[in-house]
């Protein structure tokens, strides 16, 4: 099945990451394990992206919680070093009945005239509730361009998050697979991500 995506939205091909999400999808992985896949394959990703800014301007990270906490070192252990960046995290879980996103913690400040890019951190994309939230709010900000990384997305996923902000958002992705399921999963998929990152998945 041939799978079309957005406009603004970029899978790079790299046999490295395709192999560490082989590995992730193995479910019997301990969450050590777990947290090193995945920071090793956005470190992976975040290579490919060439990310610059201008000398009097700060890029955003955002980090969203929990899950992209996961992601935050194999990014910034790749950035230039002479790039400026700040550091912020946006609580946001999704409803188990409703499947729709649920915003509970946010301090973005108001937003400082230097910061105009952001990058959001956030492994997987299954409905894209809450990566269209995340875009939304950082729209309403004044942000002037994001770039969404995720290591793992669906068709559906990136659809609705992708057309929230199509000309100022871009998504980088490493690999889509086709389908979410009834309860919100990806699959096949690598399960519950949080779950299996902190360990606080139990039979």
Known sequence: MTITLPSNVHQPQNDTFTSLLSQLRDRSLKPSKVRALVRDMT???????HIDAPKDETIAIIVVLRSGLAMFDGFVDNIPDDVSTTVYHMGIF???ASLQPVEYYNKLPVKPAHIKQAYILDPLIATGGTAAAVISILQDWGIEKVTFLSMLSTPVGLAHAAAVWPEGSRFVVGAVDPEVDAKGYVQPGVGDIGDRLYGTAFD
């Open 94 to 96: 999704r409803d188990q």
């Open 43 to 49: 470190a992976t990703i975040t290579k490919s992206l």
